[in-house]
């Protein structure tokens, strides 16, 4: 019986399941090197005896054998590479080896079974320190942002990562550390430590937080869910001198302790540009009551459905809402309300810049809701298909939303009320761009309508990069 | 914004009248204000009664840190906000209300120099006891300061304005002071103040002028404040001439109002006694 390669895959790209590697349809990848006698291996029944790993360094034994032990149930020949090269890709989503090789070759030794396979990993196990270096431009500020991960930290898949990014104006870094559940990579722990500091100048308004926060994120049946407490001091104060002065009595201190928890079902095929599917992702935050000084309860959610249509192009609705009612006598802080407009969300109005408002800053609201209708196209004659061209989609767009404050002693007919009047809305034209699987670029003619005063418009051409879209 | 931006701005300013709805915004008075800060305050509030601007008198928490120089008392008036007493005298000059306009280039010269005396002597005594010396730290200004935050970052902003104090007093040569060089240097001060007003009602005689509501910030406040020991008021009630003085800027300019806002609040400072 010959040797059969499963010739190593083509690394996988940074995640995504848009990549159209659906296992089963990866026979043609599979070469069997000539042979004077022809066999028909998928009714071959074979038993794995033993896999073998060649390069292991740091990582622990009792780690990977929860990533290959399927490999040992495989009964026959299809069977031992499809087990193998989910194990491969499994051990490669642990992000602790640069490459993953596998080798299937009959069983050699004095126990060796007539029909005994082995299966042989080659790794490379990624160094201990990785280092990146890169400067940034934006916002009227420069920075080097210094990064180092420590893969695989302790031999079991724990991360470590810092990043620092010294400014011109400002000086941030996050210390993180992760740790995945043996044999369930989806369960996981992480804890951060962080300094971010954020320049808003629709609300005349800087932040430095200064945090730590610790998650455990667990699947549930086909929902992945996310349990957080977080501790971060949050410093407010006034961009310039000329900020209206309700920005400058948010300015001092706050502390704020919150527990959130978020559950999402994500079921398209890309986060991008997706096709076909659908997302539901809600998010609940209390805070208050584990110390701080600040007390709310935070409920917002995102709904996005995706169906396609004839020629490759695809219709897309989103619904994004979200309810802030502050708990005590205290007013919210302006860190907390919702923020709404700019082209990532109600598109045609300019960044975060619908609603209550003081002296042309921004303050917020505590409720808010906004949908969008999408048709996305390929461009028009196609150009470049199926290579670069694909990377472009044109869209036709609706997005209408509300942002407000509610008086909570009205009821929710009174709430619902408010919501809907004053509704801005827009339409419009554009070309989105996508920048690997988590950002895109668009480019869109916009016509607002249904401004109130106070809002700011961008009428007519309006760029917008983010990773989150309505 | 550009200099010229907001020089325009405060012409424009100085164009408005003086409004109704002026504001002086300072710490909580009962539990977070420390002496320092209480002497500015009433400085500038002396200043504006002086002038005879009705101003309003606003505390919050967090008055330090929404003034735009980081420092308490700021006034708010229309949409300009000014801090500290320099400032807002500039600003009501530019207004058309001057205190010291009667005087010459000389006397103005001297109020200058006086008015540096007291900022630089009775200031940063305050400051010093406030801020370096253990017993007031840990009695008065920690508790005091740290009042309106939760655990724990009542320690951290204490530990950081403890910080900035010192390095403040490090760069200007006191760090190295002991407490009693400290008071040596406020009966130093108090006693030039008390030389230089003699028998006068005030320091350029019959009219007071911004040094004295900047005296009298000060010294009203060491007089009505409880430390953790009273050698720093004894230090002032030697001389008889500035206990007067205080009383007579009491008495003329917060006694109608006692009952309402500024010093007449003096008096619910903690065991603060009073001048009657």
């Known amino acids: 019986m010959g040797t059969v390669h499963a010739r190593s895959l083509d690394p996988l790209p940074a995640a995504g399941p848009d990549i159209g590697f659906v296992v089963g349809d990866d026979a043609e990848l599979v070469e069997v090197e000539p042979e004077t006698r022809q066999e028909v291996l998928e009714n071959k029944d074979v038993v794995v005896q033993h896999v073998h790993f060649d390069g292991l360094g740091r990582t622990k034994d009792d780690f990977i054998v929860y990533e290959i032990g399927e490999v040992f149930k495989a009964k026959n020949l299809i069977d031992v590479m499809r087990k193998s090269h989910e194990a491969r890709e499994k051990l490669l989503r642990l992000g602790i080896f640069r490459q993953v090789e596998v080798l299937i070759d009959t069983c050699e030794g004095d126990d060796a079974l007539p029909n005994g396979i082995d299966v042989t990993f080659e790794v490379t196990e990624l160094r201990r320190v990785t280092g990146s270096y890169n400067t940034m431009v934006g916002n009227n500020e420069g920075s080097m942002v210094l990064g180092i991960k420590l893969p695989n930290l302790c031999g079991r898949a724990e991360k470590m990562t810092f990043q620092f990014s010294y400014g011109t104006k400002e000086t941030s870094y996050g210390l993180s550390f992760f740790k995945p559940q043996p044999g369930n990579f989806e369960r996981n722990f992480s804890v951060n430590l962080y300094k971010v500091t954020g320049q808003f100048p629709w609300s005349s308004l800087r932040e430095t937080d200064r945090g730590i926060s610790t998650e455990i994120s667990f699947p549930i049946w086909k929902t992945s869910h996310t349990l957080k407490w977080e501790g971060v001091w949050r410093e407010l104060g006034c961009l310039s001198r000329t900020a209206s002065f309700s920005i400058r009595e948010e300015s001092g201190h706050s502390l704020k302790s919150s527990l959130s928890h978020t559950m999402a079902i994500d079921t398209r095929n890309s986060s991008i540009l997706p096709r076909k599917g659908a997302l539901l992702k809600i998010n609940q935050e209390l805070a208050g009551y584990t110390g701080g000084d600040v007390s709310f309860l935070k409920e917002d959610f995102e709904l996005q459905l995706n169906k396609r249509l004839i020629w490759d192009s695809v219709l897309s609705a989103s619904l994004w809402g979200g309810m802030l009612v502050p708990i005590g006598e205290k007013p919210s802080s302006i860190a907390d309300r919702f923020y709404l407009g700019g082209p990532t969300s109600i598109r045609g109005f300019s960044m975060y810049s619908i609603g209550p408002q003081s002296e042309g800053d921004y303050l917020g609201g505590e409720a808010y809701w906004a949908g969008g209708l999408h048709l996305y196209t390929p461009l028009p004659f196609r150009p470049g298909q199926g290579g670069f061209g694909d990377l472009f989609r044109t869209h036709f767009f609706l997005n209408a939303g509300n942002l407000c404050n509610l008086n909570y002693g009205e009821g929710p007919k009174a709430h619902l009320r408010k919501l809907a009047e004053c509704i801005r809305w827009s339409y419009g034209a554009g070309i989105v761009l996508r920048l690997g699987n988590i950002a895109r670029l668009e480019l869109n003619y916009c016509i607002p309508m249904g401004v109130q005063s106070g809002d700011r418009i961008c009428d007519g051409v309006q760029f917008g990069a983010g990773i989150r879209f309505l | ?276």
Request: hydrophobic share 40%; charged share 20%.
């Open chain 2, 1 to 276: 914004m550009s200099l010229v931006a907001d020089a325009f701005v405060s012409q424009i300013a100085a164009a408005e009248a003086w409004p109704e709805n002026a504001a002086l915004y300072q710490p909580l008075k009962g539990e977070q204000i420390l002496l320092s800060d209480n002497a500015s305050s009433l400085a500038v509030q002396a200043f504006l009664k002086m002038c005879n601007l009705p101003c309003q008198v606003i505390c919050r928490a967090n008055a330090e840190y929404m003034s735009p120089s980081g420092k308490v008392p700021f006034i708010h008036v229309g949409n300009q906000v000014v801090s500290e007493l320099g400032p807002v005298v500039q600003f009501i000059k530019a207004k058309g209300h001057s205190l010291s306009d009667g005087l010459d280039e000389v006397q103005k010269a001297e109020m200058k120099a006086y008015m540096e005396l007291v900022n630089n002597m009775l200031l940063t005594a305050e400051l010093y006891i406030q801020w370096c010396d253990e017993a007031t730290l840990e009695e008065i200004t920690e508790p005091r300061y740290s009042s309106p935050f939760p655990w724990p970052l009542n320690y951290i902003l204490v530990y950081q304005k403890r910080w900035e104090i010192q390095r403040k007093m490090k760069a200007i040569g006191w760090a190295n002071k002991s407490l009693d060089q400290v008071f040596e240097d406020v009966d130093q001060c108090c006693q030039a103040l008390s030389q230089r007003l003699g028998a006068q009602p005030y320091f350029f005689s019959k009219q007071p002028t911004e040094l004295d509501a900047l005296v009298f910030g000060h010294l009203f406040t060491i007089l009505t404040t409880q430390l953790t020991n009273d050698e720093l008021r004894e230090k002032v009630k030697k001389y008889k001439n500035l206990i007067d003085f205080c009383r007579r800027i009491e008495h003329n300019y917060f006694e109608d109002h006692a009952k309402d806002t500024s010093a007449g609040g003096m008096q619910r400072l903690p065991k603060g006694p009073s001048l009657h």
